[in-house]
């Protein structure tokens, strides 16, 4: 299926960014017709900016505004901002307690047994008092739907211009604050200050760690008969719980059916895409970052703007899940974005320990945004991105999961990464390909 244009998701290019990507070669619809090479896509989304006064993006709720999902001006308004703030904005610097463990978020698959069950209770009632919050309650669910909304969909401004914190190097920082304070008001929800929500490990296919795949849905959220962690609102091939993800679904196609490819196909197809996000560009670290974003620089679209594994796996899965998953506008409504952004946050973590050439952003408009999220208490807290980087100052670490799999059997088996030198490709590229079985990708 071809995309269209006129697609809520990505519509075309504003008059301003096609100006400025135009001098270097011909532009249609979302995105570049001819390939682009890694140097391309970092020129192009340096200069996305030019004349812009550099400075790091803040966000302010003063002036928030509807905003509109993708990047042209017919796109659907959507009403997200956040209720006000009751007190004074207090600003806030993760530290560890030392006198307490790290709580370890674990592999959702390798939970069994009384953990399983003790899990899955406080998950259920963690998410049933979340959604019985008043919907004017910044801790509700709602409201965690509506704030990755306003971070989404340009409702924030920073000179005139709308704040998107996706395809850029904001997403990590973004996201791993968003999880810190959702997790920390379900554990007050809860009463339980060590309740931890665990990580979907879609990377792993069940080679390593517990030995049990992570590529399936997990099922605690794909119970039906359960209203606090269902999310109706999805693609049917959720429904199939023993169906691989599939990492390699384009933002720009409908993936196919169940029973499209065998799940060995599949497999392979994720481990390649992993390690191309992950080893192949591993020593360019804009390449796994994202553009540089300040503030006035324009939206962009993901081929554009985003990281390695922002616009592989981490869209793939947002596509694979489908429907409110697959809109930026909806998507945190789900609660099964929670555990499937802690992986990616966790492979953040993975990433910058992999090379020590692999380096966040040393640049004061990087490490002095500022973001604003609100706390267990209501209270409204005010944060830099240069506070999201040591993970242990949140009190949390990552379950030990051996990422072998990606790491030595995505090299080209599947035959369908791209090779080092070029970005994922639009539909008309990508429906050039075949596959490693011998069929042609199609649309």
């Given at each position: 299926?071809?995309?269209?244009?006129?697609?809520?998701?990505?519509?075309?290019?504003?008059?301003?960014?096609?100006?400025?990507?135009?001098?270097?070669?011909?532009?249609?619809?979302?995105?570049?017709?001819?390939?682009?090479?890694?140097?391309?896509?970092?020129?192009?989304?340096?200069?996305?900016?030019?004349?812009?006064?550099?400075?790091?993006?803040?966000?302010?709720?003063?002036?928030?505004?509807?905003?509109?999902?993708?990047?042209?001006?017919?796109?659907?308004?959507?009403?997200?901002?956040?209720?006000?703030?009751?007190?004074?904005?207090?600003?806030?610097?993760?530290?560890?307690?030392?006198?307490?463990?790290?709580?370890?978020?674990?592999?959702?698959?390798?939970?069994?047994?009384?953990?399983?069950?003790?899990?899955?209770?406080?998950?259920?009632?963690?998410?049933?008092?979340?959604?019985?919050?008043?919907?004017?309650?910044?801790?509700?669910?709602?409201?965690?739907?509506?704030?990755?909304?306003?971070?989404?969909?340009?409702?924030?401004?920073?000179?005139?211009?709308?704040?998107?914190?996706?395809?850029?190097?904001?997403?990590?920082?973004?996201?791993?604050?968003?999880?810190?304070?959702?997790?920390?008001?379900?554990?007050?929800?809860?009463?339980?200050?060590?309740?931890?929500?665990?990580?979907?490990?879609?990377?792993?296919?069940?080679?390593?760690?517990?030995?049990?795949?992570?590529?399936?849905?997990?099922?605690?959220?794909?119970?039906?008969?359960?209203?606090?962690?269902?999310?109706?609102?999805?693609?049917?091939?959720?429904?199939?719980?023993?169906?691989?993800?599939?990492?390699?679904?384009?933002?720009?196609?409908?993936?196919?059916?169940?029973?499209?490819?065998?799940?060995?196909?599949?497999?392979?197809?994720?481990?390649e895409t992993m390690h191309w996000?992950?080893?192949?560009?591993?020593?360019?670290?804009?390449?796994?970052?994202?553009?540089?974003?300040?503030?006035?620089?324009?939206?962009?679209?993901?081929?554009?703007?985003?990281?390695?594994?922002?616009?592989?796996?981490?869209?793939?899965?947002?596509?694979?899940?489908?429907?409110?998953?697959?809109?930026?506008?909806?998507?945190?409504?789900?609660?099964?974005?929670?555990?499937?952004?802690?992986?990616?946050?966790?492979?953040?973590?993975?990433?910058r320990n992999l090379s020590?050439?692999?380096?966040?952003?040393?640049?004061?408009?990087?490490?002095?945004?500022?973001?604003?999220?609100?706390?267990?208490?209501?209270?409204?807290?005010?944060?830099?991105?240069?506070?999201?980087?040591?993970?242990?100052?949140?009190?949390?670490?990552?379950?030990?999961?051996?990422?072998?799999?990606?790491?030595?059997?995505?090299?080209?088996?599947?035959?369908?990464?791209?090779?080092?030198?070029?970005?994922?490709?639009?539909?008309?590229?990508?429906?050039?390909?075949?596959?490693?079985?011998?069929?042609?990708?199609?649309?």
């Amino acid at each position: 299926m071809k995309f269209d244009p006129s697609d809520r998701k990505f519509p075309e290019l504003q008059a301003h960014q096609l100006e400025e990507l135009q001098s270097e070669g011909p532009v249609s619809g979302v995105g570049l017709r001819k390939k682009l090479s890694i140097s391309q896509i970092r020129t192009r989304a340096s200069r996305a900016g030019t004349g812009v006064r550099a400075a790091p993006v803040k966000i302010t709720f003063d002036g928030c505004k509807p905003g509109r999902v993708g990047l042209g001006t017919d796109g659907p308004l959507m009403h997200c901002c956040p209720p006000m703030p009751k007190g004074p904005i207090v600003d806030f610097v993760p530290v560890r307690n030392m006198s307490k463990p790290l709580r370890v978020r674990k592999a959702l698959q390798c939970l069994e047994g009384e953990e399983l069950e003790i899990y899955v209770q406080k998950l259920r009632k963690g998410y049933a008092l979340m959604r019985a919050l008043p919907l004017d309650d910044p801790r509700c669910l709602e409201q965690h739907r509506m704030c990755h909304c306003a971070h989404s969909t340009g409702a924030y401004t920073c000179q005139g211009v709308g704040v998107d914190i996706h395809f850029g190097w904001l997403f990590y920082p973004f996201h791993r604050f968003f999880l810190y304070f959702h997790e920390r008001i379900l554990q007050h929800l809860l009463g339980d200050p060590d309740f931890t929500l665990h990580f979907w490990n879609w990377d792993n296919a069940g080679q390593g760690g517990c030995g049990k795949p992570g590529d399936i849905i997990p099922p605690m959220y794909a119970d039906p008969t359960q209203h606090s962690t269902f999310h109706h609102n999805r693609h049917n091939r959720t429904y199939h719980p023993d169906l691989v993800v599939d990492l390699w679904v384009d933002a720009w196609n409908e993936t196919r059916l169940p029973g499209g490819f065998s799940k060995e196909v599949t497999k392979a197809r994720n481990l390649e895409t992993m390690h191309w996000a992950m080893i192949t560009l591993k020593d360019a670290p804009e390449g796994f970052s994202g553009r540089v974003y300040r503030a006035g620089y324009p939206r962009v679209t993901p081929y554009v703007g985003a990281g390695t594994l922002e616009v592989s796996a981490h869209g793939a899965l947002h596509k694979w899940v489908g429907i409110d998953m697959d809109d930026f506008s909806f998507a945190a409504g789900d609660p099964l974005f929670y555990p499937h952004h802690e992986n990616i946050d966790r492979l953040w973590d993975v990433w910058r320990n992999l090379s020590p050439n692999n380096t966040v952003p040393n640049d004061p408009d990087f490490l002095d945004a500022e973001f604003l999220f609100y706390d267990e208490n209501i209270v409204l807290r005010r944060m830099k991105a240069r506070h999201a980087l040591d993970m242990s100052a949140f009190g949390y670490e990552y379950e030990d999961v051996p990422n072998v799999e990606w790491l030595t059997q995505g090299k080209g088996d599947a035959g369908v990464a791209p090779p080092a030198d070029e970005m994922p490709q639009l539909a008309e590229d990508l429906s050039e390909l075949t596959l490693s079985d011998g069929s042609e990708r199609t649309f």
